[in-house]
């Protein structure tokens, strides 16, 4: 690993660090304000934001991604960029309209109060916030500007927390925790926006059609998992809800916030990944990153399970004893999930959208049978587990899909891993095809990440 690499996954680590620990001070503080009931209506409220901009963004963000790199520096680069930040701009409003539905929708199923106005007032603005945090950073991955992207990522973080905590201060409620946090969002996106702006990965001129439609068209493909995987990895919420009640996703939701923790290392490691995968034309062999970054969570994890178990009845009270037990198989689960983590990045940057999006549809309707089963029987303990066997096999068929898409390649000098319409063969001869603002060097293969 380079210089170079090493500070990039550092900031990148970090920065999904402050992340983390932003999000984890905010749930205890919630959990402790609002009790299990309340917290597990939050969470609700949290799952339906994060999940619904993925669907209003049909796969976009995966798709600038991939496709930037190679759209060379002129109108067609400008022509991308305004597809992109016009749908940014309509999936911002029909994510909070669907946000609304779908709680709505929920309420006879699992809480009446998923229905209160005041409830999807604050649940809009959170979905909007979450849009912003789900697509603006992605202009910035797509450019190689990680340190940019990785700022503005924990500074919109750190904007919904701090919105939480004055919402704590000046009246705590489930829908003022709400909404301060997406207020505090959409105040940190906003000033996103107008550096996104100064340096051109935002723009506001009329896109051609043909570029919008190739911008849809191929985001859809990889729909499939960011989506897909986003229920399968949220559908413990939401059946443990609609199966136990709100409180018993209250306590649940301690346990899976601490457990993922851990996560911020695949994470950071992610965005190099899918950078690499995008312009690298070597070797596509990640075993070494994947083993890497197994040890680093399980550090981590073995940490934060020891402080976890330590922390949760004092702060919290006895009411979330049963997070204690739980946090332990979460933590499990994330060791599991890591392979996923890399595999997947990789083939998104590759530009492997429609193998993707079928392997994240189906993992979806797996996790949906699978909880429903589980939770059924064992309840949240179920769920706990069944969140072990699914990250498991959600990272073994990634891991399989992507090797024997790398055995394909001849070497470094034979063909690149992409579909056969990838937008990025259009411009593998330009040399203007390297991404703009990015003073790196050609990244190296994975196998050097």
Known sequence: MTRDRRSTLALLAGSSAVQMSSN?????????????????????????????????????????????????????????????????????????????????????????????????LALSVL????????????????????????????????????????????????????????????????????????????????????????????GCRALGLTLGLALALRLDRYVLGALTGAAAVGVYSVASTLGQVPRMVPNAIGQLVNREAAVASGPLRPVRTVAATVGAVTAVGAVTGLLGWLVIIPLLGPGFAGAGPLLVVLLVAEVAFVPYAVASRALLGAGRMGAVG?????????????????????????????????????????????TRRAARRQGPDGPRLTDSDDPRSEAADDPRSGAAGDAQPRPAPLSRV
């Open 24 to 120: 984890m001070a905010a749930a205890l503080l919630a959990a402790s304000v609002l009790g299990p009931h309340g917290r597990g209506l939050m969470v609700l409220g949290v799952s339906t934001a994060g999940i619904v901009p993925l669907l209003a963004g049909l796969g976009t963000g995966p798709q600038l991604r991939s496709a930037y790199p190679a759209a060379g520096g002129g109108a067609r680069r400008r022509d991308l960029v305004a597809s992109y930040t016009w749908w940014s701009a309509a999936a911002t409003v029909s994510a909070a309209v669907l946000a609304v539905a779908v709680s709505a929708l929920s309420a006879p199923l699992i809480d009446p109060a998923l229905a209160d106005p005041r409830y999807l």
């Open 127 to 218: 979905t909007c916030g979450y849009v912003a945090h789900t697509q603006l950073p992605d202009g910035w991955y797509a450019a190689g500007l990680f340190r940019a992207g990785s700022l503005w990522a924990m500074a919109t973080t750190l904007g919904g927390g701090l919105g939480l905590l004055i919402a704590v201060a000046v009246a705590p409620s489930v829908w003022s925790l709400l909404l301060g946090q997406g207020a505090g969002m959409l105040t940190a996106a906003t000033a996103q926006v107008v550096a996104l702006r100064a340096t051109g990965l935002l723009c506001f001129q009329a896109p051609t059609r043909r570029e919008l439609s190739r911008l849809l068209g191929r």
């Open 358 to 402: 079928a392997f994240g549809l189906a993992w979806s309707a797996a996790a949906l049978v699978l909880f429903l089963l589980v939770v059924q029987l064992w309840g949240a303990v179920g769920a706990a587990v069944a969140c072990v066997a699914l990250y498991a096999g959600i990272s073994a068929s990634s891991w399989l899909l992507l």
